[in-house]
């Protein structure tokens, strides 16, 4: 298992921009795919992006493509979620998850295929 540790969540205005970071530490890094998910009050967690062990394939949900970007640095052992052109409907507390295995993107995307979750970091849009 892997430990995880968000950070960079805050309030911003509809418009801006926020950068997450998703630290880890424990086991190999390398082997595990990165997701981030996000989960409003009395909303099921959702997944937003995913970003492959090697990094070359990632996933982004349907809501978020073309705003955010999911990108890792090995060397920090660090994931980022660039979310940009945020929207109020981005609300929610977002959550960063492991998933062991060297495989693609989007071979698995649920909740429970993701072993290892941070404690979450809040992010808040307002219009």
């Known amino acids: 298992q892997v430990q995880l540790v968000e950070s960079g969540g805050g309030s911003v205005q509809a418009g801006g921009s926020l950068r997450l970071s998703c630290a880890a530490s424990g086991r190999t890094w390398s082997s595990y795919a990165v997701g981030w998910f996000r989960q409003s009050p009395g909303k099921a967690r959702d997944i937003v992006a995913v970003?492959?062990?090697?990094?070359?394939?990632?996933y982004y949900a349907d809501s978020v493509k073309g705003r955010f970007t999911i990108s890792r640095d090995s060397a920090k052992n660090t994931v980022y979620l660039e979310m940009n052109s945020l929207k109020p409907e981005d609300t929610a507390v977002y959550y960063c998850?492991?998933?062991?295995?060297?495989?693609?993107?989007?071979?698995?995307?649920?909740?429970?295929?993701?072993?290892?979750w941070g404690q979450g970091t809040q992010v808040t849009v307002s219009s």
């Open positions: 998850a492991a998933r062991f295995g060297k495989s693609s993107a989007t071979y698995a995307l649920g909740v429970a295929d993701f072993g290892s």
């Open positions: 970003i492959s062990w090697s990094a070359i394939s990632t």
